[in-house]
């Protein structure tokens, strides 16, 4: 399996050209949008070499890698001879739905079709599909060419040699493959990060700290063990005999912090206001590409530096 279809170039859509061609797989790239397509041959190029620089390139040259990404002028041509197809169009249901019909045409029996969406069930969009034994999710954490996992998430139909398909040549390109048995809200990754979000709104909310705290208890704290490892793994640490002594010891008060936390509050637009103004002061609204440059290259810096310590 060699080729790769990449349907939707935007944000995700434009990352993923990257991920594929850096692991050896023609990609070819068909976004609705002329304009948006074209873009992708620049903004792989800039990446590349920004991986490059990094040493993130898996052992791939520059030059080829960008050679194997090739645009394509219509969902036809971009699907031919594909065993794989990444879609990453917006976020709409009725969008989805409309796009899958299309797909459906074009879907062979041997080909998986991931889809990036982070929230949309694959069962919301793929029901009326005839191959849709062959669609799942394959929801990656943006930008993929930076953060590995994806979370892998069936529907009902989803046939189980699809799920170790996708799981296979997410491994291959060098990403790192959660699965989950059954589709949910917020998949795995997005009911984690709300609990967290939950607490952080509530925290402020209630003044107990600081946004900026917040951002340092995570930043400074949890996130320096997170980098790394998981909370399973690290509260296992935490205790001398591990996570079962942890469990014993600690568990009530988690459990009475979890029934205070229990009742959800929306994000008002007063203690949004009041989060933003404070986040402001330091990340002011029109550095946000400059922000985001920095992000980035944080992230290529940590990717390097893990890359290097993987066990
Ligand atoms: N942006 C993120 O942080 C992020 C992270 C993970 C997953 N996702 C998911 O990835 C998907 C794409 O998100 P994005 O942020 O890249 O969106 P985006 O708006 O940046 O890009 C979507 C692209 O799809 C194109 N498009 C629209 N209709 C199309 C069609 N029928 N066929 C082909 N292309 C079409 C658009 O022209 C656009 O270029 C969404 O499902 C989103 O939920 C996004």
Not at 203 to 217: H, I, N, Y
Not at 230 to 236: E, N, W
């Amino acid at each position: 399996m060699r080729k790769v279809a990449l349907v939707g170039a935007g944000v995700v859509g434009s990352s993923w050209s990257i991920v594929f061609a850096r692991a050896g797989y023609q990609v070819s790239v068909y976004d609705a949008k002329q304009s948006a397509r074209e873009g992708v041959p620049a903004f792989a190029r800039l990446v590349a070499q920004d991986l490059a620089a990094h040493g993130l390139m898996e052992g791939a040259e520059v030059e080829p890698t960008l050679a194997r990404i090739k645009i394509a002028g219509s969902l036809e041509d971009a699907l031919s001879g594909a065993a794989y197809v990444q879609e990453s169009a917006p976020e709409r249901l009725e969008l989805k739905v409309a796009l899958y019909a299309e797909l459906d045409r074009l879907i062979r029996p041997e080909m998986i079709v991931g889809s990036s969406t982070s929230g949309l069930p694959a069962s919301s969009f793929t029901r009326d599909v005839k191959n849709r034994a062959r669609c799942l999710v394959v929801h990656p954490i943006n930008p993929p060419h930076l953060i590995p996992l994806v979370e892998i998430v069936p529907a009902p139909w989803t046939a189980p040699e699809v799920v170790e398909g996708a799981s296979e040549i997410m491994r291959a390109v060098g990403q790192s493959p959660i699965r989950l048995t059954r589709e949910i809200n917020g998949f795995v990754v997005n009911r984690l990060q709300s609990a967290l979000l939950g607490e952080a709104f509530r925290l402020v909310e209630d003044g107990v700290c600081s946004a900026a705290d917040v951002d340092a208890a995570v930043a400074d704290g949890l996130g320096m063990r997170w980098f790394f490892m998981g909370p399973f793994q690290t509260i296992d640490l935490n205790a001398a005999q591990g996570i079962a002594e942890y469990c014993q010891t600690l568990g009530p008060m988690y459990y009475g912090l979890a029934k205070e936390q229990a009742d959800p509050r929306p994000w008002g637009p007063q203690l949004v206001e009041t989060i933003e103004r404070e986040l402001r002061v330091k990340a002011p609204a029109n550095r946000r590409a400059e922000r985001r440059a920095w992000r980035d290259g944080y992230l290529a810096d940590l990717g390097a530096f893990k890359r290097a310590h993987k066990e």
